[in-house]
């Protein structure tokens, strides 16, 4: 069974950035699409970034794009965020997941394991 730990969330000023982690442990990445949600306070799971097995094809939110990247070494089994530019309304709890099926998916439901999250707060 992978087990998901995410790490490098943190306080961030707006404007600067974070760069998260998420290492498997317990199992291997190999052949898993991978992707990154989070959740606000009182809010659903929000898709954020997705990347494919090994890495070919990456897609992100609408709410992201052009300032988060999403990357794997799937040596080390390691999935990253980086995350520039941050606002405010990046506040949230971040999760990583993975999905046995190696096509693109934004919906919570259809990732088979999950991290039990990072916060990250923007601070105006």
């Known amino acids: 069974q992978v087990q998901l730990v995410e790490s490098g969330g943190g306080l961030v000023q707006a404007g600067g950035s974070l760069s998260l982690s998420c290492v498997a442990s317990?199992?291997?990445?190999?052949?898993?699409?991978m992707g990154w949600f989070r959740q606000a306070p009182g809010q659903e799971h929000e898709f954020v970034a997705f990347?494919?097995?090994?890495?070919?094809?990456?897609k992100y939110g609408d709410s992201v794009k052009g300032r988060f990247t999403i990357s794997r070494d799937n040596a080390q089994n390691t999935l990253y965020l980086q995350m520039n530019s941050l606002i405010a309304e990046d506040t949230a709890i971040y999760y990583c997941?993975?999905?046995?099926?190696?096509?693109?998916?934004?919906?919570?439901?259809?990732?088979?394991?999950w991290g039990q999250g990072t916060q990250v707060t923007v601070s105006l």
């Open positions: 997941a993975a999905r046995s099926i190696n096509l693109y998916s934004n919906r919570p439901s259809e990732y088979d394991y």
């Open positions: 990347i494919s097995w090994p890495g070919r094809s990456k």
């Open positions: 317990g199992g291997t990445l190999s052949n898993f699409a």
